[in-house]
């Protein structure tokens, strides 16, 4: 484990193989949360899209932050590879976006 300043970096975990993948594409968000015995952390997610061929699957790396403020988003990239999903905890701040048109392209 590293650690610069206030930011702590975990060793990631394996990525996940590309086949369970390709099966969690399949299934809905719904089915997921249910036999994850509605783990905390789901309050209040939309559904953007339909599953699909693009329908986004990967290992995830989490990031936690004070609302409003990408800067620890950004870091974290850094530590994405390939495949991986970044999911962001903003505290459940309502009134800023996590994630804009600067931090998608610098995902991207």
Sequence with gaps: MSTYKALRKNPSAPQADNTLLAALRELP???LSDNMHRNIGTVGLQP???PGEKTMAGT???ARSRAGDNLTYLRALEFCRPGDVLVIDGGGDLANAAVGGILSF???
């Design 29 to 31: 968000l719904a089915a």
């Design 48 to 50: 953007y899209h339909r």
């Design 60 to 62: 995830a790396v989490t």
């Design 106 to 108: 610098y995902a991207a």
